[in-house]
Each structure stands twice: as C-alpha cells, then as structure tokens.
C-alpha cells in the first residue's frame, strides 16, 4: 500500500470514564505518579493522531452541535468525545496480509458472504432481515457489539423489536431514525455482510469506488496503487468464543477481497482495539486522508496499551476516577520526632 511514511473543557461520561480507567487500574494501583505519566501519553496519542487527521469524525476536535457527524453519538455523549466515538482511519494492505494469512496461497472460493440486493435503505433493510443469521446474531436480546454492558461506545445494529408474546417484529423503515441510528448508515451504504456460520461473529463491507462515495462516508480518495476502487469496513464484530477471533474474521475478509481484485482495506477502530490490529496479522497502520501512515512508534510498545484520550478526559480522570484513589494519595509527610519525656 503506498502508505508514506510520516513523519478543550468539556465533561465525561461517568461510563466512559469507568471503562477507560478500568485498563491502568492494575498495574497503577499504588503508582500516582505513574498513573498520571500514563494519562499523559494518552493525551499525546490523541493530540497527535488529530493534528494528523487520523480521526474518522471529519468534526472531531470543533465542538459540533450533538449528533453532528456521527450516528454512532448516544444524545448525552459529548463533543469531546467526538475524536473517540467514530475510531481512528486504519489501513491494512490486503496483499501483504493475505499472504502472511494463507502461506499456501488463497483457499478456493468464499463462504457466508451474501451480497445485499436492493436499491434504497428499505429493500437492503427488508432484505437484511429476512437472513435467518441476522435474526439470530442482531435480535434485540443479543449484544454481539458491545463493549461493556454500560459503555458509552456500544453499537447497536437493531433490525427488530420484540412483540409482547415474545415474536420479532421487522422494524419498518419509518421507525429508523436515519440521523440517530448507526444501523441506518450500515445497512445504507454496506453491501456485502459475513455472518459466521456457527458462532457469534460478522462483518459488513462497501466497496468505495468513486469520489461521491468516498466523500458521502468522509474516506480518502482516489485509492493507493492508482486503483479504481478499495473496501470500507464500518463494522466487524465478534464474540471472545469465535475462533480465531476478529482476526479469523478479517481472513474471511481478505479472501473476498481477493477475489474482487481489490487490494487496499480501510476500517475506523475504536480506542480499546487500535493496538490490536496494530500489532496482529493485519499490520493496520494509522492513516490520514493523503494515505500515509502516521508515526505511532513512541506508544505502539507501551504497557499498559496507550489509548488516545483528549485534554478533557484525562483532567476528568485525574479528579473523579483515579484508580483505587485512596490507595494512590501520596503518603503524608514525615511527622517530626517527638521528644521523649
């Protein structure tokens, strides 16, 4: 991939806030100091990946009203967390990878991939639905895309209600707010879904082949490589069981798009998984919109994982959710000798 080298007062979720102070708690416990050095490399991560224009929220960093930009955005997330709810621009050159996953060369063929037919939102949305998987992997009983049951950065993909005996129900067209719903954007401009035949796991594609496209999804245009075309990922998610893992479902990925002639992979991580396609057989680089790879060598070797975190969330960590904060008070100071009586 021509990947180049390269060289805000706002509140928290107490959610985010929990979730995000969960992964230093450990090795913190009873290091203020530490903690606080570790707090702000985060923010420089940030900083840095934001000044790059690695964020995929084109508003990222300029306060947008709420819901601006961004149909992932519960109604009480904040402009803050803007550079966060929309991932970071991660790229993965799908020959490189493909020949590190399959040695031996490409297996023959793809399974469980199904194209989406229809022309609109409402007959790819019908057509969705009546895939007997997606009633199993997105009933709303499940949560297949959620990271904690209460975090801020959950996704729902939410194809249908519940009737009181118990029945789905096909949600209708008119009952999906386009500006709010994620599941609106990812059925929209999505056209291929992998559902994993036996376990809990599936990925959505889109082929970005114009700038319109590009545009309409804030991606890079034109491709690397002088290609006409390259994947968009929205959406990969998978259950700690599945085999293989998120990196079993990028294979699946790898072998469609070595049979579509496409050899660039773009997809917008989340902070808690950008090191983990960082660092696994994909290579994802951090990239901006020119395709060249960011320089993340001074936090990609860190413990505990650096996550990009801004200014504001740091501060409000710092206050209201320092790890076990009674165990991290500096000592207090040395009492002077009393003299004996």
Not at 63 to 92: F, H, I, Q, S, W
């Amino acid at each position: 991939m021509n990947f180049l080298p390269n060289l805000s007062g706002l509140s928290l979720s107490r959610q985010d806030a929990q979730a995000i102070d969960a992964s230093a708690e450990e090795t913190f416990s009873s290091d203020i100091v530490g903690y606080n050095e570790w707090l702000d490399k985060c923010v420089a991560l940030h900083d840095t990946l934001v000044a790059a224009g690695v964020p995929k929220n084109p508003d990222c960093g300029k306060a947008p009203p709420l819901g601006a930009g961004n149909r992932r955005k519960r109604k009480d997330d904040t402009p803050t967390a803007e550079c966060n709810a929309d991932g970071y621009k991660m790229g993965v050159d799908m020959v490189g990878f493909g020949a590190r996953a399959f040695p031996e060369g490409f297996p023959e063929g793809v399974d469980n991939w199904a194209h989406i037919e229809g022309d609109d939102f409402a007959s790819k949305l019908r057509f969705v639905q009546m895939m007997q998987r997606s009633r199993e992997l997105l009933n709303p009983d499940t949560d297949l895309c959620t990271y904690g049951k209460n975090d801020a950065n959950q996704i729902r993909v939410d194809l249908y209600t519940k009737a009181d005996n118990g029945d789905l129900v096909l949600r209708e067209e008119s009952d999906i707010n386009a500006s709010t719903e994620f599941v609106h954007e990812l059925v929209s401009t999505s056209e291929w879904v992998y559902y994993h035949p036996t376990h809990a796991g599936m990925v959505w594609l889109h082929t970005v082949n114009s700038a319109e496209q590009a545009a309409q999804l804030h991606l890079m245009w034109p491709p690397p490589y002088g290609a006409d075309k390259y994947m968009y990922l929205p959406l990969v998610c998978a259950e700690n069981k599945l085999p293989g893992g998120g990196i079993g479902l990028m294979k699946e990925v790898a072998k469609l798009c070595n049979l579509l002639g496409i050899r660039t992979l773009v997809f917008s991580a989340l902070p808690h998984v950008v090191w983990y396609y960082f660092r696994q057989l994909t290579r994802a680089v951090f990239i901006n919109d020119s395709w060249a790879e960011v320089d993340v060598a001074a936090w990609s070797s860190e413990r505990p994982f650096i996550e990009p975190m801004s200014g504001a969330q740091a501060d409000y960590l710092r206050v209201n959710f320092t790890p076990r904060r009674t165990r991290l008070q500096p000592p207090p100071p040395a009492q002077p000798a009393q003299p004996a009586v």
